[in-house]
């Protein structure tokens, strides 16, 4: 990601300093000044959009993905294999 050092463009250590925020920004966990910053900037700058844009998908499915649960029969092997493990690091130690 380089820029072109224009006049109002943002330099590589600035868009690096944005995308740290994007974090932040997607949690909602910036006030709103912060949130216009980092609006303004992804106005301007395609490459920070489209790592906001990958990183908002990428969030999205991992929640999506979260709220799904596992069927039961999978479940209980699970269930059954960490008993055996247990177990076996108890009789182990």
């Known amino acids: 990601m380089t820029h072109s050092h224009g006049s109002d463009e943002p330099t590589s250590t600035e ?3 944005y995308l740290e925020r994007i974090v932040y920004f997607l949690d909602n966990e910036l006030d709103e000044a912060d949130c216009s910053v980092v609006r303004a ?3 301007t700058c395609n490459p920070c959009l489209e790592k ?5 998908t990428v969030k999205a499915v991992v929640a999506r993905s ?3 649960a596992a069927p039961d029969d999978l479940r209980q092997r699970v269930m ?9 690091i108890t009789r182990e130690g």
């Open 41 to 43: 900037h992804l106005d």
């Open 15 to 17: 868009c690096a300093e």
């Open 66 to 68: 979260c709220s799904e």
């Open 52 to 56: 906001y844009d990958l990183q908002r």
């Open 80 to 88: 059954f294999r960490l008993r055996e493990v247990q177990v076996q």
